[in-house]
Structure formats: C-alpha cells, structure tokens
C-alpha cells in the first residue's frame, strides 16, 4: 500500500496550487488568448485599433507558397538536426561510459556546449564556417565553389543544423550518460562474462534499457529544434540564402517585430503551437509504444 | 555618543540648507530620446547629448541607445502601446509612412511653432526634406543623420587600365570591369544582395533614372500603391549585374562570407563598390596603406538625365502623450540640432552629410570639404540636389517597406543562385510586395496619408 499525503479540505488544496495557477496564467494563458485574438484580427501596430477578420489571416498564411516552404525547412531541420544531436550524443556516452582512457575528461567537456548561448555559438560558428575566412576556406582553396552559404540553400541549411547539433549533442550527453551509468553494472559483466562482445552488448541490454531516456530526448529535441534555433538562424544566415533557412520561429520574428504584422505573426505562432502539439502527440501515441519503462 | 549626535545635527543641517537652496536652481526638465545608433555613432550622439545638456540649464536630454533602426522601432511601440513612450525617437527613412499612419506622433513643424521657434523650412535640402514632409509639404518630423549612395572607386586599380576618373554611365563600368579583370584583379567589383542592398540597388537606382518602384508616385498618393520595378529600367540593371557576375567582374561580399564589402573595398581586395556616404569615414581610417581612392556618384546608363538620388538615414519623430515641460524640452533640442554648429560637429564625427543649406555653406566657409579625410563627402550634397525632386525622386511612401527590402533580398539570392530568371524573380518580388502593401492597406481601412 502506497503512502500519500491527502488534504482534508479543498479550500487548502486550491490554496496551495494558487501561486503556480496564477503564475501559469499571467506567462502562458493570457498571452497565448492574447495571440489568439491577434491572431482574428488586424491590429495596427501602434495599438490605434483593430479590424475583426475572422480566420482571414490563417488563410493568407496557408495560400502563401513561402509559408509552406518555412514549414518544410522547419521540418527538415528538426529531423537532421534531431538524429544528428541524438547519434552523437548516444555514441559518446556510450564511448564515455565504457571507461576508455580519458572517459572523466570527456565527461566534463562535452557538457559544455551545452552552456553556451545560442548567439555566441552561431558568432563562433559562422566564423569558422566562413568560406572565404574560416576553416572552410581551406576546403574551397581545394575545391573551388565547393562551400557557399552565401548563395547555396543546401550549404546555408548544414550550417545550421551543424551549429544547433553541436549544441544539442552535449545535452544529450549527459541525458544518455546518466542512462549508462545507472544500468546495474551486474548485467553488463555478466554478459560479458558469457562471451557477448561490445556492440552485442549495447544492442541486446544497453540500448533496450535506456528507451525511456532515447524518447525523453527526442521530445525535447524536437520541441527545442523548433524554438531554440532562433538564435543561431539571426546570427548566421538571417533567414536567406532565399529563405532557405527561413524557419518557422524566425519567420514569426521578422513578420511580427521587423514587419509590425502582429496579426500574421500571432496567426504563425498559433499553428507552430498546434504543429509542436500535435507532432508531441504523435510521439507519445505511437513511439512511446516501444519504450520500457521497468 | 556625542559623535553620533554632532554628525546627526550636522546632517539634519545640511540637509535643510539643501531643502532651501533647491528651489533657486530649479530642477531641469527631463526627457528621453531614444535612437538605433551603436558603436562609435553611438558615442558622437552621447556627445551630442552632453553638449545640449551643457547648452543651457532648463532640460535633460536622456539619450538611449536602442541598437538598430528595427530594434528601436519596436521598442517605441511596445513603450507606446504602454504609455512609457520617450519624448523623441529617431526613425528610419523607410518607417516613414508607418509613423504617418500611427497617429502617434506630434508634428514636429506644430511643435517648433507652438514653442516659439521660428525654422525655416525652405532651408533644408529638398531630397531631404520632401522625403519626411507630407504631401503638402509639412514637416512632420526633423531630419537627423542623413546619407545617400555613393560609388567608391580604387583610383591605383584604375590607374592600371589607363583612367584617371571614375565611370559615369554603367556601359563604362562593365568595360572597366572588363579591363581590370584581364588585367589580373580577382575582384573588379563587390556587392551584396540582402535586404540592405534594396537601398543602393534598387531604391538608389530607380531614383537616379527617374522610375518608379511603385504606382502612385512611389506611395505618396495613397495607399493603394503597388510595385511596378518588374517592368521598369531595373530589370536590365538586375540583368547586367547578373551578367557580370557571372562573369567573374563582380563577387559576393557579406559578413556571413567572412568579410563585407567595405572591409573588402578598404584592404584592396575589391576595386568598386556602391555604399553610403556614411562609410566615407570607416574606409578612410581601416584602408590599407597607401590606397589611392575617391567617391564619385554612382552612375546611370547612357542617355539617362540624371536626377537628384535618395536620402537615407533617420528622422527625429516627437511622440503625443507628454507634458508641456516636455515638449518644450524636445523643442529646444531639436533647435540645437538644427543649429549649423550642431551640423558641423555632428558630420566631422560621423559620416552623415548636413541636411540643410545654411549647414552645408557653414561647413564649406570653415573649409570641412578641402581637407584630407573629409575630401570626397561633397559628392553626396552634389548626388542629392542633382536635380529638383520628381514625383518619383522625392522619396518613398509605403507601407511595411522593411518587408518589401527583406522581399528583394531574398528574391536577388534566387535569382543570383540561377534558382529563378531575372523576370521571374523581379515578378515575384512585385506580387509578394504587393501582398505586403495589400495588408498594410487593410490594417488602415479609411485613413490616408497625411
């Protein structure tokens, strides 16, 4: 029989969950209706009033041809950069967890990307994958024209998606770490001791005991990979070449704060929220299936 | 004990000899202005706060950076929409019809009148001045920091091809182009096609030549204005850029690249390029040693009568809402700014040219132009006041023009990336502006540009 703390009475219960009620309410719940209603609206942006258009502004959004393409590249990026953070990180903390040579310093490093500020990284990377500065100059000096951000769609996304990974890649490290080192330590030897080798033994015990964790990260990522990208896409390609890395969270940002379409925006920001639901759901509906809890 | 008490008597002391000195010097007026400069522009306008402040004894100016034009302009609407909004903010050229259309804003001319401030408006440079007046030619805001476009050429690199002058019609750029390109330069030419480029590019361009961006005398005569730079003169420009860049005559410069192209044109690398006058001052102190260069205006093609080019910059916008005190604080600044002496002191530190008459000759008669790192500013008073304004010339008035600049720039890396033609993608810029100009059009059901 399990032990829980009851409340004899409602009124001290309610009492109780008011601060965190209100707090939800004054940072998600009134802005999110706030955007709503923008988003049924046109609002000028000096606040001089407001035109009721009902759901006009989602079907501009959804005739227009940049929008879609905004999605597709939203997408593009979160799944490269999702299996790209998750592999990685998954493949060092395996490496790490093994205790080969150097594992304690690892473990410190590889944290650290995580610490850095999107801005700063993306300053860090667009210097280093300037083509005619940076490291990848070495590699046009060799191929010439191999490596253009400027001009190339293709190019301008990698930079992206190797900026955000990088940073991704510790996080998921220590996630993935954590997992390794809290399967008994017993089943590993074991299996060793019955002759199955490295990978045998991270396909067959490994890898199925940390499914929980593997799942835990892919939400994340995905949520993050659609709002934390921001930073990294102002900094390096500012949305261009030709709106190739024009992703959702930065289309909403340049529509809304640099164009004074609040109502577009609003409306943007709406279906980036259904899409992050809906997308999350899926997850849990079908991929959590295939996850061991115990 | 005694200590404490002694010190307390001598406190409650001084503190009522404060309390009855206090009124003889009374408290000055504070209020704020906000402007999107940074860096060094920053510093020259704190100075320029401080010797206000100086000036007299009976305002405050508190000046703030807000980083950008864009930022800034956001910025005073979330303050606006919270009834937090500074006195005077400065604002972009091309925010010009989205302020007109505020409503939140108090003439400046009214201003200036209310206050007892006799300006006279005629002074101004007419490029300047019609670009931030209304159709009827009243001020609704001060000219701040203004510049227009200049081509900046490598007088050495010209020199190898046989010329001693910068070309003036774009047939003479190509050939020279041509020229320097045999003669081993690796970069003749640098340009850059993002947003900010919609300025030199386009905006700069369709001016010189006389042709509209947009229908309705470029958006002065009524929101219904809609692209039209698909079937102007531009097209060929896009087309010859694209040519020549292909060519090898002209390179891609930006800082996403590694280097933009000032710092391109400073250090040798590139022989021309098209930037505002305001760079005058950066390329003179960071070029390479020995450089020859020089501005000239930028060219037009042959057979073109060549007419008065755009401003760029800000304008100063005094907002509604404020006390009296305040505006006569922001009145008397903005009588200090418009003050030749102001002008002097404010285009020595910065790059920006005078926008008014009596602030030019003032600068000429203590000869600002005949010395070595001002020499060549000149360029850009004779680039402005080529011609009187056309109806075209004089500016430009529609609505969400950053959307429209951000539009140019993606369509230019699609055509430069050969994802698209020139036509197509000039059509698509045209429909996906006019898309812009059609919901600004909505968002203000009834009203008109003043």
Redesign the interface.
């Known amino acids: 029989m399990e032990k829980r703390v009851t409340f004899s009475s409602w009124t001290i219960g309610i009492l109780f969950a008011v601060p965190q009620l209100l707090l939800i309410f004054t940072f998600f719940y009134w802005p999110a209706g706030q955007a709503v209603y923008w988003s049924l609206t046109l609002q000028q942006p000096w606040g001089g009033g407001n035109i009721w258009v009902g759901l006009d502004n989602f079907r501009s959004i959804l005739a227009n041809a940049d929008y879609w393409n905004s999605i597709t590249a939203s997408l593009v990026f979160a799944g490269i950069s999702t299996g790209l953070a998750m592999f990685v990180g998954l493949v060092l903390a395996a490496l790490t967890d093994r205790q080969l040579t150097g594992s304690r310093f690892y473990r410190v490093v590889l944290i650290w990307p995580y610490g850095i500020a999107a801005p700063a990284l993306a300053m860090a990377f667009r210097f280093i994958l300037a083509p005619e500065a940076g490291f990848m100059a070495v590699v046009n000096q060799v191929w010439p024209g191999f490596w253009d951000p400027g001009l190339d769609g293709t190019d301008a996304m990698a930079s992206i998606i190797i900026a955000f990974s990088w940073k991704y890649v510790g996080y998921n490290f220590i996630f993935f770490l954590a997992a390794f080192q809290a399967i008994p330590r017993s089943l590993i030897e074991a299996a060793a001791m019955d002759g199955s080798g490295v990978l045998r033994r991270f396909w067959d015990i490994q890898f199925p005991l940390i499914t929980p964790t593997i799942f835990f990260l892919l939400v994340i990522n995905i949520t993050e990979s659609f709002q934390d990208s921001f930073g990294i896409v102002d900094i390096m390609t500012s949305g261009g070449p030709a709106n190739a890395t024009n992703l959702m969270v930065y289309k909403i940002y340049s529509d809304g704060f640099k164009g004074l379409d609040y109502s577009g925006a609003a409306a943007q920001s709406i279906i980036l929220m259904v899409l992050i639901v809906v997308l999350t759901i899926f997850q849990f509906r079908f991929i959590e299936r295939r996850v061991h809890y115990r | 004990m005694t200590i404490i008490k002694r010190g307390l008597t001598a406190l409650a002391a001084g503190a009522l000899s404060a309390a009855l000195a206090m009124p003889a010097v009374a408290e000055p007026v504070k209020f704020d202005f906000w402007f999107g400069l940074s860096g060094d522009l920053a510093r020259v306008v704190d100075t320029l706060c401080k010797n206000f402040n100086a000036s007299q004894t009976d305002y405050e100016v508190v000046c703030t950076s807000q980083g950008n034009y ?1 930022a800034t ?2 910025n005073t ?1 979330a303050a ?2 919270a009834g937090k909004q500074p006195a005077v903010v400065q604002v972009y050229d091309v925010g010009t019809a ?1 302020m007109m ?4 804003y108090k003439p400046a001319d009214k201003l200036m009148e209310e206050n007892g401030y006799k300006i006279d408006y005629a002074d101004y440079f007419p490029g300047i001045a019609r670009y931030y007046a209304t159709s009827k030619g009243e001020m609704l805001s001060f000219p701040f920091n203004s510049s227009t476009a200049l081509m900046y050429w490598n007088k050495d690199a010209f020199a190898k091809i046989g010329k001693t002058e910068a070309p003036k019609t774009w047939e003479d750029v190509g050939a020279d182009l041509q020229a320097m390109k045999d003669a081993g330069y690796e970069c003749p030419m640098a340009i850059n096609i ?1 947003a900010n480029e919609s300025w030199q590019l386009m905006e700069q361009f369709s001016a010189l030549h006389n042709q509209p961006i947009a229908t309705k005398n470029n958006g002065y005569d009524g929101l219904d204005a809609r692209l039209e730079v698909n079937k102007t003169k531009f097209v060929q420009y896009v087309t010859d850029l694209k040519k020549w860049y292909d060519a090898g005559l002209i390179k ?1 410069k ?1 800082k ?4 933009d192209m000032v710092q391109a044109f400073a250090s040798g690398t590139c022989q021309v390029i098209m930037t505002s006058v305001g760079d005058h001052g950066t390329v003179g102190k960071t070029q390479k040693e020995g450089m020859n260069w020089d501005v000239a205006e930028l060219p037009v093609y042959a057979g073109t009568e060549r007419k008065n080019s755009l401003v760029g910059g800000a304008s100063l916008w005094v907002l509604s809402g404020k006390s009296d005190a305040e505006y006569k604080g922001a009145a008397a600044f903005l009588n200090f700014i418009h003050d030749p002496k102001t002008a002097l002191f404010w285009s020595t530190n910065t790059g920006y040219i005078p926008v008014t008459k009596s602030g030019f000759d003032y600068m000429k008669s203590t000869g600002f132009y005949d010395k070595a790192p001002f020499k060549g500013r000149e360029t850009a008073i004779a680039s402005l006041t080529a011609s009187e304004p056309t109806e075209i010339t004089r500016g430009i008035r529609l609505g ?1 023009f ?2 429209i600049r ?1 539009e140019f ?3 230019m ?2 055509i ?2 050969n ?1 698209v033609s020139v036509q197509e993608g000039l059509d698509t810029l045209v429909k ?1 502006g006019d ?2 100009l059609d ?1 600004f059009q ?4 009834g009203k008109t540009l003043p």
């Not at chain 2, 909505?442 to 059901?445: D, G, N, R």
């Open positions: 864009d302009l956001q609407i606006f929409r989205t259309l505020s409503g939140a993002s891609i930006s996403d690249l590694g280097q969400n950053t959307q951000a720039g993606t369509q890396q699609a430069f990336a994802k996906n898309a812009i919901r909505q968002t203000y059901p």
